[in-house]
Nanobody
Framework: QVQLVESGGGLVQAGGSLRLSCAAS????????MGWFRQAPGKEREFVAA????????NYAYSVKGRFTISRDNAKNTMFLQMNSLKPEDTAVYFC??????????????????WGQGTQVAVSS
């Protein structure tokens, strides 16, 4: 079983930056695809970014490409999301997710098996 805990959310003005962290328990972190998703009020959960176990391949939603950077530190069982040039439309609860070992890389929520409880990001205009 993998447990995921997000941190780093908060309130920031438009144009500002935040760095989210996702701490994972378990020995399979370095073998898992990892991703970030978000859910705004009244909307469905959507893909933000994901990366392969080595971090060698990343994928971003078009809406965040060039502003957000996903990364991971396998030695520390931690994944990050650096968010720059934040916009009010980035306001959402951000969730980290992990896949089971051996799963193919994907950007859909059903490609992931473990989820954190989320961290709130609010961007004021």
């Amino acid at each position: 079983q993998v447990q995921l805990v997000e941190s780093g959310g908060g309130l920031v003005q438009a144009g500002g930056s935040l760095r989210l962290s996702c701490a994972a328990s378990g020995r399979t972190f370095s073998s898992s695809n990892m991703g970030w998703f978000r859910q705004a009020p009244g909307k469905e959960r959507e893909f933000v970014a994901a990366l392969t176990p080595s971090g060698g391949y990343t994928n971003y939603a078009y809406s965040v490409k060039g502003r957000f950077t996903i990364s991971r530190d396998n030695a520390k069982n931690t994944m990050f999301l650096q968010m720059n040039s934040l916009k009010p439309e980035d306001t959402a609860v951000y969730f980290c997710a992990a896949s089971k070992m051996g799963r193919l890389f994907g950007v859909r929520d059903y490609d992931y098996d473990y989820w954190g409880q989320g961290t709130q990001v609010a961007v004021s205009s």
